[in-house]
C-alpha cells in the first residue's frame, strides 16, 4: 500500500501569507495527487487534482505542484476562509490513501 | 447541481448495526462510480472503499470488510453503507463522495458527512 506523509502536521500564519505545504508518496504515483479542504462540520472540498489542475470555483491562489512522489500546495496569499485542514490523497491504485492533513491556522 | 445528500446522524448501542445512505442527483448515477470515507474523532480522513455503479463490485480498504457493506439501489440514485455488529471505533463521520474518472482521478463532490455514534 502506498503512503502519504504530509508537513507540516500544523501551520500558523497570516493573512495575506504565502503558506507551502507537501506531500510525499511512499513509491511513485505519477501525478495521481489530488488535494482537498475540510473545514469542520462539512463536506471536503477538491481543490487541485491530477497534482496541479485547479478544479473549477476554486480560487486562484490555491496551487498545486509536483509529479513522482513529491508534490506541494501552495495558497499566495491567505484569506481567513482559508482556516481549515488540507489532505492530500492519491488515486493512483487502491488503497487510495489520505496524508494525515495539515491543520491551517490563521 | 451535482449533489449527494447522506442520511441523518445516528447513534446506535454496540452489537446492533446501522444502514447509511447517500443519495445522488444532477448526473447519471451509473456513470461514476461511489466511494466511502471514514474520519473518526480527531482522526483524518480514512478511506473504506469505492463502489462501481454499473457492476456493483465493491475495492474496499484492508479492515473494511466483513462487517462492511457497500451497496446501492440504482432505481433511486443510492448507495448505501451498512455497518454491523457495531463497535465504539466505529464512531465516527462516514462521507460518500463521487469517484470521477476521466483521464484524471479524484473525488467530488462529497456528501456532508453522517454522525455514527455508537455508545451504550
Known amino acids: 500500500d502506498i503512503q502519504m506523509t504530509q508537513s507540516p502536521s500544523s501551520l500558523s500564519a497570516s493573512v495575506g501569507d504565502r503558506v507551502t505545504i507537501t506531500c510525499r508518496a511512499s513509491?511513485?504515483?505519477?501525478?495521481?495527487l489530488n488535494w482537498y479542504q475540510h473545514k469542520p462540520g462539512t463536506a471536503p472540498r477538491l481543490l487541485i487534482y491530477?497534482?496541479?489542475s485547479l478544479q473549477s470555483g476554486v480560487p486562484s491562489r490555491f496551487s498545486g505542484s509536483g509529479s513522482g512522489t513529491d508534490f506541494t500546495l501552495t495558497i499566495s496569499s491567505l484569506q481567513p476562509e482559508d482556516f481549515a485542514i488540507y489532505y492530500c490523497?492519491?488515486?493512483?491504485?487502491?488503497?487510495?490513501?489520505f496524508g494525515q492533513g495539515t491543520k491551517l491556522e490563521i | 447541481q451535482v449533489q449527494l445528500v447522506q442520511s441523518g446522524s445516528e447513534l446506535k448501542k454496540p452489537g446492533a448495526s446501522v444502514n447509511i445512505s447517500c443519495k445522488a442527483s444532477?448526473?447519471?448515477?451509473?456513470?461514476?462510480?461511489m466511494n466511502w470515507v471514514r474520519q473518526a474523532p480527531g482522526q483524518g480522513l480514512e478511506w473504506m472503499a469505492w463502489i462501481n455503479t454499473n457492476t456493483g463490485k465493491v475495492t474496499s480498504a484492508q479492515g473494511f470488510t466483513g462487517r462492511f457493506a457497500f451497496s446501492l439501489d440504482t432505481s433511486v440514485s443510492t448507495a448505501y453503507l451498512q455497518i454491523s455488529s457495531l463497535k465504539a471505533e466505529d464512531t465516527a463521520v462516514y462521507y460518500c463522495?463521487?469517484?470521477?474518472?476521466?483521464?484524471?482521478?479524484?473525488?467530488?463532490?462529497w456528501g456532508q458527512g453522517t454522525l455514527v455514534t455508537v455508545s451504550s
Open positions: 444532477g448526473y447519471t448515477f451509473t456513470h461514476y462510480g
Open positions: 490523497q492519491h488515486n493512483y491504485n487502491a488503497p487510495y490513501s
Open positions: 463522495a463521487r469517484r470521477v474518472e476521466e483521464g484524471d482521478y479524484y473525488f467530488d463532490p
Open positions: 513509491q511513485s504515483i505519477s501525478r495521481y
Open positions: 491530477a497534482a496541479s
